[in-house]
């Protein structure tokens, strides 16, 4: 461990939100991710409540050399939200969000998944292009470039993304934006999570519904080859407001999958 009780004090003494070591009665429930293979241990986990907080955190892995992850979503099937014996920068409780109906625009924190940002949209009528689950998160969705549903209408989610507020690794504040620090924001959209913490980004909205038909159609194996080359030459002609993901796999028994699948 790279740090002590009283280095402790002085970061708790600076933080607004939640500090949460081994000895804390829920660390095993900070430390879990959405894949429950990845069991690794952080030496703290710093559960932030604002950009203040995460900061104060970033400093704090900087001064003491410490192996940093940063958690949003925490939906990654690999796990890069929790690390063994460093600093988990947890955005988890900062899940605000704003939208402007006349702009068309919404601002999200870093913790806000799919479904607090699909909430506030669709009461203006409105929606953000990319994800099509509900509990992924929106800051490594976008980081990573952001399919959705709307993508062929809409594009990715960094097509629709405006600004983000960023940390950067060593503790500052700067926002990224076509007009202000565009090589920074070239490299956010979709660059994966390795330039900062971003604390917010604001996107575009995209006008949807009221009524939107969606669904899922299964076959069996052996008819793959005939139902691909079908879904590929119904695709060509289209229309853009028409969207498919294709998956060939193996299901586990699920309610929504056919006994004779």
């Known amino acids: 461990m790279a740090f002590n009780n009283a280095d402790l004090e002085d970061l708790a003494s600076r933080f607004q939100g939640e500090l949460i070591g081994a000895e804390h009665p ?3 429930s900070a430390r879990q991710v959405w894949n429950a293979h990845i069991q690794r241990r952080p030496a703290l986990v710093a559960r932030c ?12 892995s900087r001064d003491h050399d410490m192996l940093t992850s940063i958690r949003g979503g925490a939906h990654a099937v690999a796990g890069h939200a929790v690390c063994d014996g460093g600093l988990v920068v ?3 409780a900062m899940t605000g ?6 702009a068309q625009t919404i601002r999200v924190q870093g913790g806000c998944l799919n479904a607090h940002l699909d909430r506030e949209t669709q009461a203006f009528g409105l929606a953000a292009t990319g994800g099509i689950v509900s509990h992924t998160g929106v800051a490594g969705l976008t980081l990573g470039g952001g ?3 709307l993508m062929r209408k809409c594009g990715l989610s960094i097509d629709a993304l405006r600004s983000c507020d960023v940390v950067t690794a060593e503790g500052d504040f700067v926002v990224a934006s076509e007009n202000e620090n565009p090589d920074l924001f070239w490299g956010l959209r979709g660059g994966g999570g390795n330039f900062g913490v971003v604390t917010s980004f604001e996107f575009n909205l995209f006008p949807l519904g009221p009524t939107v038909l969606a669904g899922m159609l299964a076959w069996p ?4 080859p005939r139902v691909l080359a079908f879904l590929r030459d119904f695709m060509e002609d289209a229309p853009d407001e028409v969207g498919l993901m294709g ?5 586990p028994p699920l309610p929504v ?3 004779a699948l």
Do not use: C, K, T
């Open 26 to 28: 829920r660390y095993d």
């Open 247 to 251: 998956n060939l796999r193996l299901a």
């Open 97 to 102: 969000s704003r939208v402007d109906p006349a």
């Open 90 to 92: 947890d955005l988890s």
């Open 147 to 149: 399919i959705g549903h």
């Open 221 to 224: 194996m052996d008819q793959a």
């Open 49 to 60: 409540h604002g950009v203040a907080d995460v900061i104060a955190a970033v400093r704090f």
């Open 257 to 259: 999958i056919p006994e």
